[in-house]
């Protein structure tokens, strides 16, 4: 199996079509669990799964995630779950990705709906998209003196 490479217009129309499916008020009971009985979950997972992530992919990322008395692990964030622990011979998704899933996992966790965190994670890429452009934004990113 190759492994699957995730874009952001890649991204952005997986959640559209995860939208679609489930509607822009959707809200996702729980914590994310990227694969709940041989489906695919939370936001996060219903994206990877659409992209071709194998389902017992997800369900070893939802492994990770959450300690054996039930409590989630203390960073389960999408990114970090995915590098830490070496999906990179499944799917590599872009830093864009990894920013755009994981604001929409953060806003899903707090119990709101679906439309509201993917346009949120939408809004986070554009906002760091416009601070790069920036000599002030590039500063407050990465320590850079940019003329």
């Known amino acids: 199996m190759s492994v699957i490479t995730i874009n952001l217009e890649q991204a952005n129309a997986l959640l559209d079509e995860v939208l679609a499916e489930h509607g822009e008020d959707f809200v996702y009971q729980g914590l994310c669990n990227y ?12 994206v990877l799964a659409k992209a071709g992530v194998p389902l017992d992919t997800l369900a070893k990322m939802d492994v990770i995630s959450w300690r054996e008395d039930g409590d989630p692990v203390t960073d389960t964030k999408f990114d970090s779950v995915a590098r830490s622990h070496h999906f990179d011979d499944v799917f590599v998704v872009e830093p864009d990705v ?9 806003q899903q966790d707090q119990r709101l ?31 850079e003196d940019a003329p």
């Open 35 to 46: 694969n709940v009985g041989e489906m695919p979950g939370c936001i996060v997972g219903q």
């Open 98 to 106: 990894a920013t755009l899933l994981n604001e929409a996992q953060t």
């Open 113 to 143: 709906p679906w439309g509201h965190a993917v346009a949120a994670g939408r809004t986070r890429v554009e906002v760091l998209h416009q601070m790069r452009k920036s000599a002030e934004g590039r500063r407050l990113l990465f320590g």
